[in-house]
């Protein structure tokens, strides 16, 4: 089969190295994909948002399967209009994407269905959510209510901080039309940890869990990022917390989305605080996690391609998802001064060094190919990912591997995975 993948980051590059495993699989093309991923498909200079063209060259190339890996698409429609056009997708339509689109929407879901999540109050006036902030506990959060890359997420711990930051969400739109509408939360405290998972409207099968480092620098300091590094599994998530969640969050948000006549197939990423009363829900992603997607695909043994089948064909049932009994960590290395200002176009060497090396991998996230070779081309610019027989192992593996690439500007936290030392 003819598989098309959208997107052009890391996680689509963990998608398509997945895919590519799969015997079902004869050709993969990627819209519009990075250098990396340009090794093992046909990459086509289509934009994720280019919902036409993609519907087009989708039936030029008479593709059998789509698999959209981003949020802006999904939340877009781009499900929709493929499965108008009669081509199987994989994803939530877009009245189920909203999952991830609107945080105001997520948040009162879990309140109407009793999902345990933060208090809060949801606010599309900038003078009413100043008046409730004042009457608040610190810290306190503000989340703008639309996509922001992941960066939209504000922890102020004074009022001063938290009326800039009504500021720069609600007025002065820092993230664009997100900030149209913002959540305002109850600080939780806790270990954060990931749980992906594939639905298909009714069942949900969760994969192994995972834990990413969300700040710029060292010691979680520094701007919230994209993703600088992350590792699976998590061992902050026990039996305890998976009977839980079993038992009040995952199929529980399955039903509350059917129930809501907004039926979910897909990937539902669970973003989860493990607090001093339980687990709690901190956001929901419609999609697979980056960098997640790095460190859980690689110890996934089930052909991706059939749990996407049974996803769409509402079959999940009959799948047992199925991961190597082990752990694996990535490291981001970036360009130095991402999130904020940085320099594309530097040549990446040693990237070879990972041929033929069991266990390791380079996901290309910011990266395109030129006459010179790959060069950088993106704040978040590879994820060096290596597995190993524990935490520890694969922690020491993967920043090991980071020696082995090298670009002008590269930057790296050197503490992805630490917690692992005080589990």
Known sequence: MKVLIVGSGGREHAIATSVAKSEKVSQIYCAPGNGGISQIAECVPIGAMEFEKLVDFAKEKTIDLVIVGMDDPLVGGLVDQMEEAGIRTFGPRKNAAILEGSKAFSKDLMKKYNIPTAAYENFDDADAAIEYIKKGKFPIVLKADGLALGK????????????????????????GAAG??????????????????????????????????????DGDQGLNTGGMGTFSPSPFYTEEVDDFCKKYVYQATVDAMRQEGREFKGI???????????????????????????????????????????????????????????????????????????????????LDAFEGKDGYYCFHA????????????????????AKGNNLKEARANAYEATKWVNFDNKYMRNDIGKAIDEA
Do not use: W
């Open 180 to 217: 149209s509408r913002m959540v305002v939360e109850e600080f939780m405290t806790g270990r954060e940890v990931s749980v992906l998972s594939f639905v298909d409207g009714k069942t949900i099968k969760t994969m192994t869990s995972a834990q990413d480092h969300k700040r710029a620098k």
């Open 268 to 350: 539902i990423f669970f973003g989860l605080m493990l607090t001093p009363n339980g687990p709690r829900v901190l956001e929901y992603n419609a999609r697979f996690g980056d960098p997640e997607a790095q460190v859980v695909l690689p110890r996934m043994k089930n052909d991706i391609i059939e749990v996407m089948e049974a996803c769409i064909d509402g079959t999940l049932d009959q799948i047992e998802l199925d991961f190597e009994d082990n752990a694996a960590v990535c490291v981001v290395l970036a360009s130095d001064g991402y999130p904020l200002a940085y320099e594309k176009g530097k040549l990446i060497t040693g």
């Open 366 to 385: 910011g990266t395109k190919v030129t006459q010179e070779g790959i060069v950088t081309n993106g704040g978040r610019v590879l994820g060096i990912t």
């Open 152 to 175: 939209g997420v504000l922890i102020c711990n004074t009022l001063e901080e938290a009326l800039d930051g009504v500021k720069s969400i609600m007025l002065d739109k820092q993230f």
